[in-house]
């Protein structure tokens, strides 16, 4: 008897619990796709690191805004956990391991510079998630074999090959009497800055200009005197810089002061943003910039439209107007957003081929990448002028004429 109650009870028991647990809510796997991204929030970067973040956040907003990400017919949100790697390639490096083996991210977009994404990279390779990025133009990031790093701008050293090709048509022009016969190079030593300095030092000599020399400063110098001094022994018509922002304005501040006159100063960053032109008022006009991104270019996509419609979506969001790095920071994630669809699936393995052979217009230009990884993007010339950045080459885009040679600065 006592054996017959024993069973009955371990029967009420057993089928309790399964009662119990048919009850119980089921757990459902998460429809979110995390993003993961370190950038410089803080240190000599934070200026540029803030337009990543700000990029990367207005997206995740928009699309969750907008319904999220369908993959085979399921919705997911988006989610974008961002690190500040405080301007640090070692620290950034280990926060996208950290990403990868602790925040368990889908994907990754990039961080800003060239020298903190090519370490940052191989976090991609060695776990075999697609990383996406707009911060890093330098050929080392691409030239690895690496087959899940993916990049927004243009080749660093192709950098000032258009600015080249205008001297180089105006020098050759029968009916311009402002010819180039000189051109000086000026760079930090960032891998970045190195990669341009090459690039252009090639195209100069390829289109037939005379070379001055070439001359590098530490990255983050505040003193560019000596490098002036030369430059201004040496003469040259054009100054080609490549450096980060800080670099330009101390550049064009310190010609100022020691009365460096050229008939066409250059910069890699800077001209395209509204806060470098504000900061150097009418110092600023005539100096010319590149830049594969403006609002006023023809560019129109899904999600955020025309590039105009984007830029002002951006500064309505935030404060202030984009320049080329916040829109490379919203065409990476667009990218991924684009590649997803395309490959209806997660996976990473699937996604990465869908990037490889994404083609797609956006608020940001076509996306199209080389086979390196690096996107297929040329660099349009731009000028200021009464205070405001216009592209004047190449001539298909040019919304104004190359004011040509620069006064010097004491007729300014």
């Given amino acids: 008897m006592r054996k017959i109650v024993a069973v009955f009870v371990m029967f009420l028991v057993v089928g309790s619990v399964a009662l119990l647990s048919s009850c119980a809510p089921k757990q459902k796997t998460p429809s979110v796709i995390k993003f993961g991204a370190a950038v410089s929030l803080t240190g000599k970067y934070a200026r540029e690191g803030k337009f990543y973040k700000d990029g990367y956040l207005l997206w995740e907003k928009k699309v969750n805004d907008s319904g999220g990400i369908k993959v085979n017919g399921k919705s997911y949100k988006v989610k974008v956990i961002i690190y500040d790697d405080e301007s640090n390639?070692?620290?950034?490096?280990?926060?996208?391991?950290?990403?990868?083996?602790?925040?368990?991210?889908?994907?990754?977009?990039g961080p800003y510079s060239s020298g903190i994404t090519i370490p940052d990279s191989s976090i991609a390779e060695k776990y075999?998630?697609?990383?996406?990025?707009?911060?890093?133009?330098?050929?080392?990031?691409?030239?690895?074999?690496?087959?899940?790093?993916?990049?927004?701008?243009?080749?660093?050293?192709?950098?000032?090959?258009?600015?080249?090709?205008?001297?180089?048509?105006?020098?050759?022009?029968?009916?311009?009497?402002?010819k180039v016969t000189k051109v000086a190079i000026v760079h930090s030593d960032s891998a970045f800055d190195n990669a341009v300095a090459n690039g252009a030092a090639h195209w100069v000599k390829a289109f037939g200009l005379r070379l001055t020399?070439?001359?590098?400063?530490?990255?983050?110098?505040?003193?560019?005197?000596?490098?002036?001094?030369?430059?201004?022994?040496?003469?040259?018509?054009?100054?080609?810089?490549?450096?980060?922002?800080?670099?330009?304005?101390?550049?064009?501040?310190?010609?100022?002061?020691?009365?460096?006159?050229?008939?066409?100063?250059?910069?890699?960053?800077?001209?395209?943003?509204?806060?470098?032109?504000?900061?150097l008022g009418k110092d600023a006009d005539y100096m010319v910039g590149v830049t594969p991104w403006l609002p006023s270019m023809n560019f129109k996509g899904e999600v955020f439209g025309t590039a105009a419609e984007f830029a002002k979506t951006f500064k309505d969001?935030?404060?202030?107007?984009?320049?080329?790095?916040?829109?490379?920071?919203?065409?990476?994630?667009?990218?991924?957003?684009?590649?997803?669809?395309?490959?209806?699936?997660?996976?990473?393995?699937?996604?990465?081929?869908?990037?490889?052979?994404?083609?797609?217009?956006?608020?940001?230009?076509?996306?199209?990448?080389?086979?390196?990884?690096?996107?297929?993007?040329?660099?349009?010339?731009?000028?200021?002028?009464?205070?405001?950045?216009?592209?004047?080459?190449?001539?298909?885009?040019?919304?104004?004429k190359l004011l040509y040679p620069a006064p010097s600065w004491d007729k300014r």
């Fill in 128 to 178: 075999k998630i697609p990383m996406i990025e707009g911060g890093g133009a330098s050929g080392k990031i691409f030239s690895r074999g690496y087959k899940y790093i993916f990049g927004t701008l243009p080749a660093a050293g192709n950098y000032f090959k258009n600015t080249i090709e205008m001297l180089h048509m105006m020098t050759y022009s029968s009916n311009n009497s402002n």
């Fill in 317 to 400: 969001a935030y404060g202030y107007s984009p320049d080329y790095h916040a829109a490379s920071a919203v065409a990476d994630a667009l990218t991924f957003q684009h590649a997803i669809a395309k490959a209806g699936s997660l996976d990473p393995k699937k996604v990465r081929d869908a990037i490889a052979s994404l083609d797609v217009q956006t608020m940001y230009g076509e996306i199209k990448f080389q086979a390196n990884g690096q996107i297929a993007k040329g660099q349009a010339v731009i000028q200021v002028q009464n205070g405001k950045a216009y592209p004047v080459f190449p001539k298909q885009i040019a919304q104004k």
């Fill in 213 to 279: 020399g070439v001359q590098e400063y530490p990255s983050g110098s505040n003193d560019l005197s000596s490098i002036l001094t030369t430059i201004k022994k040496n003469n040259p018509d054009v100054i080609l810089v490549a450096g980060h922002t800080h670099d330009a304005l101390l550049f064009i501040r310190q010609a100022k002061e020691n009365k460096v006159n050229a008939k066409l100063m250059a910069f890699t960053v800077g001209v395209q943003a509204v806060d470098f032109r504000e900061a």
């Fill in 89 to 109: 390639p070692a620290k950034s490096q280990k926060l996208y391991e950290k990403l990868v083996t602790e925040d368990k991210v889908n994907f990754l977009v």
